[in-house]
């Protein structure tokens, strides 16, 4: 029996690899609706490039990102709508979680839930803005990251918080080197500062998706294993280039990459973090002309 497959996953799958309609809905059904197999199998058909995939952004909220003294936080707090998000008593909890988080320091979402907070815990604020919303409010993650006496915090977050970012910085002293590497961060999502940061899973698997592609082109499938080998270790390096940071363009100057920003200013990324509101969280669909028709019944 054949799947059926919505307009909604050939949706998000065209708006996740930049393919065709139809070969979004062609991969789709080779691989009963997986998401992530049919990102693979668009790749390995040609009809996708993109290595790197934003998680299924569904739920609502925002993120913040604060720093003090040596200590940088990032967090996530979902809601189930945008309008929600806006509400000044979810904006109150936003802050007063920032500033729990950032001041006790918790290593899990046990500890942080039982930090104090209005005279009770951060868990009993939550559910008393969930009573007054009266909508589902989740605290979702977050990050605590130290940084040393002679590096530097970049911190950005754009459009109110759907997206928030930290980076820390040694080699400089300029303050301005990084925010700019926070805001690359966040304008272009990297997954890791380079390579030597890469898990060689990530690696192995870009390379299985090269590998099928060289063997698979017509120009290079009999050519001698040395030269194939060494195209596909070039499609690798290539593929794997944007999900690093130092090998990004730099997005003040796209005549340089990250890295030579860096060099010129004796400056090197350590860490960072970047949360987006919603990313791998899948969005239940629903139909609101039959939603509509239910109730007329």
């Known amino acids: ?33 997986d998401m992530d197999a049919a990102v693979d199998w668009l790749r390995k058909n040609g009809a996708a490039t993109a290595q790197k995939k934003e998680g ?3 739920a609502e909220g925002l993120t913040r990102v604060r720093t003090a003294g040596n ?26 979680t920032t500033d729990a988080i950032l001041n006790n320091k918790p290593a899990t979402m046990e500890e942080a839930l039982a930090l104090p907070v209005d005279g009770g ?6 559910i008393n803005a969930i009573g007054v919303i009266r909508e589902k409010i989740a605290f979702r993650r977050f990050e605590v990251v130290e940084k040393a006496d002679d590096e530097l915090f ?54 299985m998706i090269q590998t099928d592609i060289v063997n698979n082109d017509p120009k290079l499938k009999d050519k001698p294993e040395k030269v194939k080998l060494g195209a596909i270790e070039g499609k690798v390096s290539k593929s794997l280039q944007e999900m690093c940071l130092v090998d990004q363009i730099f997005f003040l100057d796209q005549n340089i990459k990250c890295k030579q920003y860096l060099k010129e200013q004796h400056a090197e990324v350590t860490k960072f973090v970047r ?23």
């Open 1 to 33: 029996m054949i799947m059926a497959i919505t307009a909604a996953q050939v949706k998000e799958l065209r708006e996740m690899t930049g393919a065709g309609m139809m070969d979004c809905k062609k991969a789709l059904t080779a691989c009963e609706g």
């Open 56 to 58: 299924r952004t569904a």
């Open 71 to 96: 200590t940088g936080v990032v967090i996530e707090i979902n809601s189930e709508t945008d309008f929600v998000a806006k509400n000044e008593l979810f904006l109150e909890l936003l802050d007063k």
């Open 121 to 126: 815990t951060l868990n009993d604020a939550i």
């Open 154 to 207: 970049g911190t950005y977050m754009h459009m109110g918080g759907t997206i928030s970012g930290l980076v820390v910085v040694k080699g400089t002293d300029k303050e301005e080197v990084a925010a700019n590497m926070a805001m690359q961060v966040v304008s272009m999502s990297p997954t890791y500062i380079s390579r030597d940061y890469m898990p060689q899973d990530v690696v192995e698997h870009e390379r």
């Open 275 to 297: 949360f987006k509101v919603g990313e791998g969280i899948e969005k239940v669909q629903t139909d609101f002309a039959a939603e509509v028709a239910a109730m007329a019944k």
